[in-house]
């Protein structure tokens, strides 16, 4: 059940286009936006911020060590859940890890 967010009708239906009113929520880099006006507001985060913080992190030898070393933990700990037994609700792991180059 999916309810319009420009009429408020409620239909079953795969994709988003509303039946009554013919609305359809935008994509913004290929994610449904149901608040497009919010999408890049918000929590203090701009999003020209990260351009300048994936240019900063890049090639900086502190940072990619903290991050693999955070990714390492991650993944020795979901290592010994899994030994472990703990089953998650669907799935292998809700974790997805990778070292960094
Ligand atoms: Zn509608």
Known sequence: ????????KRFNSVDWQ???CGNEP???DGFLAFAPEL???GNGFRHEYFEELTRLETGNFWFETFVNWIFGVVMK?????IR???RFPFGGSLLLVA???
């Open 1 to 8: 059940m999916k309810r319009c967010p420009a009429c408020a």
């Open 18 to 20: 509303c039946p009554a």
């Open 26 to 28: 935008t994509k913004i």
């Open 39 to 41: 999408a890049y507001e």
């Open 77 to 81: 700990l979901e290592r010994i859940m």
């Open 84 to 86: 472990l037994g703990v």
């Open 99 to 101: 070292r960094k180059g």
